[in-house]
């Protein structure tokens, strides 16, 4: 009898998966720890911001792009009007992306999400009103990015259905073509 275990899959890129957590848990540590260490609003708005802008950046441009093969960005066109965009990795490249670096990256952007929304609720509770803003300054860039890769995904799914659905309808026609070419 074989008693051993199949592989572990490990991370392809611990590096970004080191990085793409690490300003959500600074940000997140530093609004919770602060508290203890400083009693300037000012510091720890702008520290707990310039964390949470850090992590977006790296999500948005980096991360998202090694662990997921996903990039997203918004522009506004001529006409004034917000234009989405979005890149991804081909069919055969997103296959075989780590499952372990997709799971970090998805699970941990909305966890943090989600820890935001927790503050945000003891700040009500509490009654501070400033902390509010600190909190609501770091969601919004954390909901940017869900809402970004989020479309960015169901936008890929589409293209790979698309992508599929075009090389059977060509295979068929010209399986039928040569079919009806040789009669």
């Known amino acids: 009898m074989d008693f051993t275990q199949p592989p572990v899959e490990?991370?392809?890129?611990?590096?970004?998966?080191?990085?793409?957590?690490?300003f959500k848990a600074a940000a997140l540590a530093f609004?919770?720890?602060?508290?203890?260490?400083?009693?300037?609003?000012?510091?720890?708005?702008?520290v707990t911001v310039l964390l949470s802008a850090l992590d977006f950046w790296v999500v948005k441009n980096v991360s998202g792009r090694i662990l997921v093969g996903l990039r997203w960005w918004n522009e506004i066109n001529d006409l004034g009007e917000s234009v989405w965009r979005f890149e991804c990795l081909d069919q055969e490249s997103l296959a075989?992306?780590?499952k372990k670096d997709s799971w970090l990256f998805w699970w941990t952007l909305y966890l943090s999400a989600v820890a935001w929304i927790v503050l945000g609720i003891f700040s009500l509770i509490r009654f501070?009103?400033?902390?509010?803003l600190v909190?609501?300054?770091?969601?919004?860039?954390?909901?940017?990015?869900i809402v970004g890769?989020?479309?960015?995904?169901?936008?890929?799914?589409?293209?790979?259905?698309?992508?599929?659905?075009?090389?059977?309808?060509?295979?068929f026609s010209s399986t039928l073509q040569s079919a009806f070419s040789v009669v």
Do not use: E
């Not at 490990?10 to 690490?22: I, S």
């Not at 909190?135 to 990015?145: F, M, Q």
């Open 10 to 22: 490990n991370y392809a890129n611990p590096k970004t998966c080191f990085f793409h957590v690490l």
């Open 31 to 46: 609004y919770i720890l602060s508290a203890l260490f400083f009693n300037s609003f000012v510091i720890i708005f702008v």
């Open 96 to 98: 075989r992306m780590n």
């Open 128 to 132: 501070q009103a400033d902390y509010l």
């Open 135 to 145: 909190i609501g300054v770091c969601l919004t860039l954390n909901i940017a990015n």
């Open 149 to 171: 890769f989020t479309k960015c995904r169901k936008d890929a799914k589409k293209q790979i259905q698309q992508f599929a659905s075009q090389t059977i309808a060509s295979r």
